[in-house]
């Protein structure tokens, strides 16, 4: 009797520790308000509305106004952009904005593609809808889902979309065409900001996922590179039977064990003993060179959004010279951070100013810098590595790009401890943290072989 009972206890312990451990690899749905005061009663409006970007004469008049009234201190000499944003450059960059930039003509630009409005939680969600001009015979278009991140806005992505959604005009195989939805992460560019604390990565998720099922999409691709990244991956740990591939350009995972520890110190020498690559080897060490002082180097902009974005957004807020200089340097250090040596960041290697200041604008316009900055708050506020995400595995097929000059490098052993179906990791040729932006013919191809790849294997089952 006594044994029976025994091995009972045991088989009880093994089916609980199967379903604990199942209930772990999905992140809770969960539900949220966001909107002024309390929640209504009634339900909440599902209407989707055409949206266009608009410029008025005002709000030309008042920048122009700023612009002209704007302080500048003189750098010191050789420091070129080893302080920040060179003044000397900087005064370039407020003079083409003030004389040269045409806001009206971008905002053609933008309105390109068809852009929607509806609200999700309380508050109004912006996105991007693309859908394909023309499709190959016998062929359905895939939705694919494509966040960006801080300083970043759907602009990021204009000129990928085109590659995406007519490839075959673009010299790239249409064997797989998509139909892609980039929405603003709430409290950037044209979404509403939140109303209320709380309003982290898995939030925007849940949000996300809501706006493709209200889109009717019940089976998608999802794509992101920094808070992208992470806010995709959220999506399919949310839902991973409706997300069919995650395709990432920055992969991370802050969660290491013992073993990605003791390889920080002993992974320069036996690289094979912890799976690094010789890629690996060259991005990490020395490991105090190469990834601490960079971490020190470009890290000062997330401690103080992740503690008083309040205080230092409310100056950037009030100044587009300031608030350029803030965003446009991001652009110099995560493209190359060798362009520190150069006095203009080597900006116009890789991008144009009209480019620059247009994601500037999609913060200076809707007066989005604070609310911005306080998404690092909400998601770093209670420290790393206590949320629940972040323990969580991901099921779902992942492919993952990698960019020689992005901000932080994390090898392939260390991310299948949280990626536990990568099908695809590459190394780019060339390429930093703006993917889309700086490379978008690379990050499209390495896309549409990853989704071929998912593809085949769903088929081949």
């Known amino acids: 009797m006594l044994l029976e009972i025994l091995w009972a206890v045991v088989l009880g312990a093994i089916i609980y520790l199967y379903i604990t451990k199942k209930k772990e690899d999905t992140l809770s749905m969960g539900d ?122 759907v602009y990021e992505f204009y000129k990928i979309i085109p590659l995406l959604t007519d490839p075959a005009s673009h010299g790239l195989s249409d064997k797989h065409v998509f139909e892609i939805i980039c929405p603003s992460i709430p409290g950037y560019g044209f979404s509403e900001a939140p109303h209320k604390k709380g309003f982290n990565s898995v939030a925007t998720a849940r ?44 992969a991370v995972n802050l969660t290491l064990g013992f073993k990605e520890l003791v390889s920080i110190l002993l992974g320069r020498h036996f690289p094979k003993l912890f799976g690094f690559q010789d890629e690996d080897v060259q991005r990490m060490f020395p ?13 000062g902009y997330f401690h103080l959004q992740a503690t008083k974005p ?53 913060y200076w316009v809707p007066g989005c810098m604070v609310s911005s900055m306080r998404f690092y708050k909400e998601n770093f506020g209670k420290g790393i590595g206590t949320q629940k995400h972040e323990k969580i595995s991901v099921q779902v097929p992942t492919g993952i790009a990698v960019f020689p000059n992005d901000v932080m490098h994390t090898p392939l052993s260390w991310l299948q401890k949280k990626f536990l179906n990568v099908v695809s990791f590459n190394f780019m040729s060339r390429g930093g943290h703006f993917a889309a932006f700086e490379e978008p013919k690379i990050l499209a191809v390495d896309i549409q072989q990853f989704v071929d790849k998912v593809e085949k294997k769903h088929y081949a089952k």
């Open 310 to 362: 309040d205080t230092a957004g409310c100056g950037l807020n009030d100044s587009p010279v300031g608030m350029a200089a803030y965003i446009i340097e991001k652009f110099s250090a995560w493209t190359d951070d060798s362009f520190r040596n150069l006095e203009d960041g080597g900006l116009e290697k890789k991008f144009t100013l009209d480019d620059l200041l247009t994601n500037v604008m999609l």
């Open 32 to 153: 949220g308000w966001w909107g002024r005061g309390q929640k209504p009663d009634s339900e909440e409006d599902t209407a989707i509305h055409p949206f266009k970007v608009e410029a008025s004469e005002a709000e030309i008049n008042d920048l122009h106004r700023r612009l002209d009234q704007a302080r500048f201190t003189e750098p010191l000499e050789d420091s070129y952009f080893r302080y920040g944003f060179n003044h000397n450059y900087l005064k370039k960059v407020v003079s083409y904005w003030r004389n040269e930039f045409n806001w009206k003509k971008q905002v053609e630009v933008l309105n390109t593609f068809p852009q929607f409005k509806t609200k999700i939680e309380g508050i109004d969600i912006h996105f991007l809808h693309v859908k394909p001009a023309h499709l190959p015979q016998g062929q359905s278009a895939k939705p694919l889902l494509m966040v960006h991140g801080w300083p970043g806005s």
């Open 287 to 299: 490991f105090k060179a190469k990834v601490l002082y960079k971490l020190l180097m470009e890290s």
């Open 207 to 250: 949000v996300f996922y809501k706006l493709m099922l209200r889109l009717g999409f019940h089976e998608f691709y999802a794509q992101g590179g920094d808070w992208g990244s992470l806010i995709t991956t959220n999506v399919a740990q949310i839902a991973p039977r409706h997300v069919k591939g995650l395709h990432l350009n920055m």
